[in-house]
């Protein structure tokens, strides 16, 4: 969540970004036994796009609410979530697999 001071009072804006292509997909490797590529494939069904975000896809709201161009946008979340519905828990992947063993 960013957090900006105005002169009255403070300006909160969060961002989400579901199943983002970064390191956590090394983590859930080791952690699953799953290969990277069957775990893209998980991410990509989470989403009506069919696609895995990427680092280089949050950046630009990011920079966008850290900026003087969102001085005044005051309480906002953004999901970044490819037409995904936001969850704010993580989902297991094992649920995913589970029916193709």
């Known amino acids: 969540m960013a957090r900006?001071?105005?002169?009255?009072?403070?300006h909160y804006k969060s961002l989400e970004g579901k199943k983002v292509?970064?390191?956590?997909?090394?983590?859930?490797?080791?952690?699953?036994?799953r290969t990277k590529s069957?775990?893209?494939d998980w991410?990509?069904?989470?989403?009506?796009?069919?696609?895995?975000c990427t680092a280089e896809e949050i950046a630009g709201p990011i920079?966008?609410?850290?900026s003087d161009a969102s001085s005044f946008i005051s309480g906002v979340h953004i999901p970044i979530a490819g037409a995904a519905q936001v969850q704010l828990e993580i989902e297991d992947p094992s649920v995913?697999?589970?029916d193709k063993k």
């Open 38 to 40: 069957e775990l893209h």
């Open 63 to 66: 920079l966008f609410l850290a």
């Open 21 to 33: 292509d970064t390191e956590v997909f090394d983590v859930l490797v080791k952690e699953t036994g």
């Open 4 to 10: 900006t001071r105005g002169s009255a009072d403070s």
């Open 96 to 98: 995913y697999f589970a």
């Open 43 to 52: 991410a990509k069904s989470e989403n009506e796009l069919n696609e895995i």
